[in-house]
């Protein structure tokens, strides 16, 4: 059997990937999703989540950072209620630390997805918080 460009890309096989990838946007639907920075990969998961009717939290230090333009909130303190509260295809952006914000968010709730789109080395930090602290 020879496999040509055109029987390579046959039409089930697209229609699997397809469906595999609208299972996958559809899981989005309702979930929360933490980005860990502001700037522009964050604002990007920031606005594609949103879209995917998902509950966004956006954590950067700075209150004016590329993603404040596509929230819809903005508060500037660690309010971890307010993160919890957020309604489906909306994005808050919380002006504080991303660290210390998920260290007192995993105390009281499991986000479902985090992005770690922030400058400098986040997991360390967060591991490195973590052991100070029980979860």
């Known amino acids: 059997m020879t496999i040509t460009k055109n029987s390579f890309y046959s039409q089930p096989a697209l229609d699997r990937q397809e469906r595999t990838v609208k299972m996958k ?6 979930k929360l ?3 860990a920075g502001g700037g522009y990969f964050g ?3 920031a606005i594609f989540s949103k879209d995917m009717h998902a509950r966004v939290v956006v954590v950067d230090n700075r209150v004016d950072c ?3 333009k596509f929230v819809d909130k903005i ?3 660690v309010d971890i209620h307010e993160s919890l509260n957020i309604k489906p295809s909306s994005a808050t ?3 504080c630390d991303a660290v210390d914000f998920l260290v007192r968010l995993m105390k009281i709730a499991k ?9 400098g080395i986040l997991r ?9 602290t029980k979860v």
Do not use: C, H, M
């Open 43 to 45: 604002t990007k998961a």
């Open 93 to 95: 952006l919380f002006v």
């Open 33 to 35: 999703i933490v980005v």
């Open 111 to 119: 986000p479902d997805f985090i992005a770690p789109l922030y400058q």
């Open 124 to 132: 360390g930090r967060w591991l490195r918080s973590g052991l100070k």
């Open 75 to 77: 508060v500037e303190e």
């Open 66 to 68: 590329k993603a404040s």
């Open 25 to 30: 946007l559809e899981d989005l639907r309702n």
